[in-house]
């Protein structure tokens, strides 16, 4: 899920200063769980837009904002005369949810409520670890599933740098280092061997910006 936090209010507010009426859409997926766009923060944020003296002409929470058109039915079907009503949409989901609405209300200003930190596994209520980087070509399968691209600070492919200490990461004491991580699990599933396979250097190449994947069409050539 993509992890993310509310940005300044202050910074907020001085953004969106020229507007006075907002329609608010928040996503029910990830910006729920983070507590960043959900039911409860939209009650908060209008709360905050009116302390202001702003007004709010409706609010939405989107099943899956990053979801282009899915957002745009739903919305349209809901809320579309608050949207048209609003001067201003602040989006409180993800940078790509934010987009959407870009996407959509091409005639309206649309301002980000989150700043979006990571792609990240919920381990407890509402704490995040960053476990993928999103790298393009996985290596999990040659380090015991456990991703040294995103959890050692440096990035190293081939075992731990010399700062490695008591399971401890030289970077901080609260991290743990990686490859002592990948050297335990390893030794737990039998497969130390693997150990001593070198990897090649990362293709960075595998992940060029701005990405895109269109599985309808792989399914059609995958048919010929
Ligand atoms: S190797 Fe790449 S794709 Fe696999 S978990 Fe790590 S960052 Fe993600
Ligand atoms: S101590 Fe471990 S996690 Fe930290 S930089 Fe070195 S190898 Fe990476």
Redesign the pocket.
Known sequence: MIITQKRDRKQLLENIKDYKKFFLIGCSECASLCGTGGEPELVEMTELLKSEGKEVTGSFVAKTGCQVLGTKIEIKKNAQAEIDDAECILVMSCGAGTQSAVETYKDKPVYPTNDSLFLGNMTRMQMFDE??????????DQ?GGI????ACPKGLLNGPCGGTNEGKCEVSPDVDCAWTKIYVRLKAINRLDDMKKMNEPKNWAAHKKPMTLNVREKKEEGKK
Do not use: F, K, M, Y
């Open positions: 476990r993928c980087s999103l790298c393009g070509e996985c290596i999990l380090t991703c040294p691209v995103t």
